[in-house]
């Protein structure tokens, strides 16, 4: 009985996070059951916080495998050295051979929004947590449709939205000396801008999602071909994306700590970092796949 006891585990918690979200203990990355339960959570909750979990960069992109298929980002200086399907976060000057950008995401946004397929589920696992100003903001834009008011969602029916890198795209350092008119054409012909209806169903649950960040959607069009700036203003003001303040009740604070592993819906939430600004050191590696399956039976 004493040996059977030893190696039995402890079962996975999952847990309410307040009003948004749930929080996930004793998670085994090896259990397809765990694996499965964790990924509903996410889809009915948007956000799932695994607690004390440790992983290598290979681990990560093994763990991650488990919810779907892994892609690399598309611009080689944010891949981590050795995995380069780990995206890294980083204000660390690590030298002429530095690893990741610093003060990535500093804008509304969802992971691959300007691509005609933005990824399904982002991963997140914190590295190194300053003490203070750190973690990501949030909105659920499948929440923020149902509460919009009838006259503007009569407004964006049969509407299309165009999103595009070309605003926050970083400067690399190859790009030093180049002209400004030769990197926009890269932008162009590497990221040309893509058109998606502006409220479209979530792929894996069915939702109306008002798809539309301040960060990447330059336009909304009408029907006729009409182009509508002030439904787009509109659209981010009651979603509260033109909040400064991020006291809009639409905005969701996520907050983390060291081993800690942040899970969440990409195609429902547009996210937004909250970088320290103590110069403290910070690093975070991420994670992005395409979920070809949904949400588990």
């Not at 309410?16 to 964790?38: I, L, N, Y």
């Not at 690399?172 to 008119?181: A, E, G, K, N, Q």
């Amino acid at each position: 009985m004493a040996d059977y006891l030893v190696m039995q585990r402890t079962a996975m918690r999952i847990s309410p996070q307040g009003d948004f979200g749930v929080v996930v203990e004793d998670f085994d990355p090896t259990s397809p059951d765990d694996v499965r339960a964790v990924k509903r959570a996410v889809y009915r909750e948007r956000i799932a916080v695994i607690k004390g979990i440790e992983l290598d960069p290979h681990q990560f992109v093994a763990l991650a495998s488990g919810f779907g298929d892994p892609a690399r980002y598309y611009e080689p200086i944010y891949h981590h050295p050795q995995v380069p399907e780990v995206f890294v976060s980083s204000n660390v000057d690590t030298g002429p051979q530095r690893v990741g950008v610093p003060k990535t995401g500093k804008f509304w946004h969802s992971d691959y929004q300007f691509m005609a397929r933005p990824f399904d589920l982002t991963f997140t696992h914190t590295q190194v947590v300053p003490t203070h100003s750190r973690g990501t903001y949030f909105i659920d834009l499948a929440r923020a449709y149902r509460d919009l008011s009838p006259d503007l969602r009569r407004a964006v029916t049969d509407t299309v939205a165009t999103h595009s890198v070309r605003r926050y795209f970083k400067i690399r350092p190859s790009d030093v000396y180049r002209p400004v008119s030769e990197l926009l054409a890269e932008i162009e012909r590497k990221t040309p801008p893509v058109t998606l209806p502006t409220v479209h169903a979530h792929p894996h649950t069915g939702e109306p999602v008002v798809y539309v960040s301040e960060g990447l959607t330059e336009s909304i069009t009408a029907a006729d071909g009409t182009d509508r700036p002030d439904l787009l203003h509109e659209l981010l003001s009651a979603t509260g994306q033109l909040d400064d303040t991020f006291a809009h009740p639409a905005i969701r604070l996520q907050t983390f700590e060291r081993g800690d592993l942040l899970i969440w819906d990409n195609r429902s939430l547009v996210h937004r970092a909250l970088h320290t600004t103590t110069g403290e050191p910070a690093v975070s590696h991420r994670v992005t796949v395409y979920d070809d399956e949904g949400v588990p039976a």
